[in-house]
């Protein structure tokens, strides 16, 4: 899924999510998968171009990571 970042705290989103997905994402302000986790499931699940395969990515990735989910 998402390489292993350089940098602690940046890790990049993962290649193949949809770009409608990207941009909701971007114009939220999120750039790496410690900030999706942050923003939580809720958070997520409400943004405009995040469906369902989209959250399981994102779910893969942190899993991947060892990256959990906020409740929020």
């Known amino acids: 899924m998402a390489p292993k970042s350089v940098e602690p705290g940046r890790t990049p989103l993962p290649r193949g999510i949809s ?9 939220a302000g999120v750039e790496s998968l410690e900030q999706v986790a942050a923003l939580g499931g809720r958070g997520l699940a409400r943004m405009h171009g995040i469906c369902p395969r989209t959250l399981a990515q994102l779910q893969d990735a942190l899993d991947d990571q060892g990256l959990e989910l906020t409740a929020g």
């Open 19 to 27: 770009a409608p997905a990207r941009r909701a994402l971007a114009h």
